[in-house]
């Protein structure tokens, strides 16, 4: 399985977005006096006692409410409790138990979930005021007294929170797959690929797009090696992504990207590259993760001996800023090109998590900088005096100069495109640290 999800959800108004940011710290949402100011749910990675899980913040919950707003809120936040793993309940000590808060704990209690109930606003440090005691009421178990502000008793929430999950299930049976996720725009195949890939049925297949609403895993192991694959919810443009649940299902794809290691973006060949492509690959080219981009539905496009050059080409022009990435026609219908694929995946991978050693790195340094001269200015020239791998997913290597401003990024892409070239990096990003020589360990 993946990260578990812990929702914080409450009426409104009880401190949910300030408990949120004082958790991930950093402030993420937005935090204001009026009730619905936090309106669509928003996740951010909380490391607690050595392990990490997504956090989610929702909007406050309005049960009865006919506003069209807060019955929007109200269904985001119920698709947030759905998908939770751990709900942390949150309430107001200054307003005490109120009608809402029954009707919200009835809702939570309903969806069978583990359940937190936080008392917030407990400012005061010392004896717990009186009025806390009445929260037992809610028949949620003991509360837990919490300042969000002051960040006191946020230790004690998150314990009993971890305390419900089973952190030797996350990723259990991954270690040696290679984990895929299929990403791209809705109804581009990524469902039909994964069955083809699988020799079954394992995710719903339709022309309506957005069928697929979560990302699922699917393990398969052939000759090529041990996979998972995960197929993800279709990424819409976000002035297009009106219901809560795909709104949910589009941070669900990011974090399946987060946590892939290989992403196959699905283009259609009939409907050919969207400005919507260009931008969910720029997201797997930031993480760092390998790429591979696969055009689908290639057995329905009609053809001549020059389409696939062609349309290779445009790929080209497109993707410019991952000129790294190979391309692969496939036919998720017809099964066309599917080994190819696991090949690639295969390659890609690997590159990805090369290590080059230092002494092969400073050869190729070398024969770099005789060929092309580091630039100079006003008399100072680039010096240039040596390189090292610091990690790996994507490769990343620190390069030693005299001066960091006269490093210029035309001589930067050079030397990756040289590292590129010579260790034949096709399908990985590759990220570039400059540091002068002495800076950490102070200078002389």
């Known amino acids: 399985m993946s990260k578990p999800i812990i929702a914080v959800v409450g009426r409104p108004n009880v401190g949910k977005s300030t408990l949120f940011n004082k958790l991930v710290g950093q402030r993420l949402s937005i935090v204001e006096d009026t009730p619905g100011v936090t309106r669509d749910r928003i996740y951010a990675e909380v490391e607690w006692a050595g392990h ?12 009865k409410t006919k506003d069209v707003i807060l019955s929007q809120m109200r269904r985001q936040a119920q698709v947030a409790i759905d998908t939770a793993d751990v709900i942390i ?14 009707d919200v704990a009835n809702m939570l209690i309903k969806s069978g979930k583990p359940i937190v109930l936080c008392v917030n606003k407990c400012d005061s440090l010392g004896e717990i005021p009186p009025d806390f005691y009445e929260f037992y009421n809610l028949g949620l178990g003991e509360p837990v007294a919490v300042s969000s502000v002051h960040g006191h008793g946020t230790g004690d929430l998150l314990d009993a929170a971890f305390s419900f999950l089973d952190f030797d299930k996350v990723d259990d049976g991954e270690s040696d797959a290679v984990k895929v996720a299929v990403i791209g725009k809705p109804n581009v195949g990524k469902s039909s690929l994964v069955n083809r890939v699988c020799g079954e049925e394992r995710a719903i297949v339709s022309d309506i797009a957005g069928t697929t609403r979560d990302a699922t895993d699917a393990a398969v192991e052939n000759q090529f090696g041990k996979f998972l694959f995960i197929d993800t919810a279709g990424i819409r443009r976000k002035s297009k992504v009106e219901e809560a649940i795909e709104r949910y299902s589009v941070l669900r794809s990011y974090m399946a990207v987060d946590r892939a290691e290989v992403c196959i973006l699905l283009i259609d060949a009939l409907e050919g590259v969207t400005e919507q492509d260009t931008k969910i690959a720029g997201y797997a080219h930031e993480q760092g993760k390998g790429c591979i981009i696969a055009v689908n ?49 295969l390659y890609v991978n690997e590159q990805n998590a090369i290590r080059i050693p230092t002494g092969r790195l400073n050869d190729v340094l070398a024969y770099a900088t005789a ?6 200015d006003k008399g100072k020239r680039l010096r240039i005096f040596y390189m090292t791998q610091a990690s790996t ?42 540091r002068e020589r002495g800076q950490g360990k102070g200078k002389d």
């Open 393 to 434: 997913r994507p490769p990343t290597f620190v390069t030693f100069v005299n001066n960091k401003e006269l490093f210029h990024f035309t001589y930067q892409r050079y030397l990756e495109n040289q590292i590129r070239e010579n260790f034949s990096l096709d399908g990985t990003p590759i990220r570039m640290i400059i």
């Open 89 to 102: 309940l949150v309430a107001d000590i200054k307003t005490g138990v109120t009608a809402t808060d029954h």
């Open 52 to 63: 990490s899980v997504m956090m989610v913040d929702t909007g406050g919950i309005e049960p």
């Open 371 to 376: 060929k092309v001269q580091p630039p100079s």
């Open 297 to 345: 539905k290639w057995d329905a496009l009609e053809k001549d001996d020059k389409t696939m050059d062609e349309f290779r080409e445009k790929l080209q022009q497109d993707f410019s800023f991952m000129s790294y990435v190979p391309f692969v026609f496939i036919s998720a219908k017809t099964g066309q090109r599917i080994d190819k694929l696991f090949e690639w995946i």
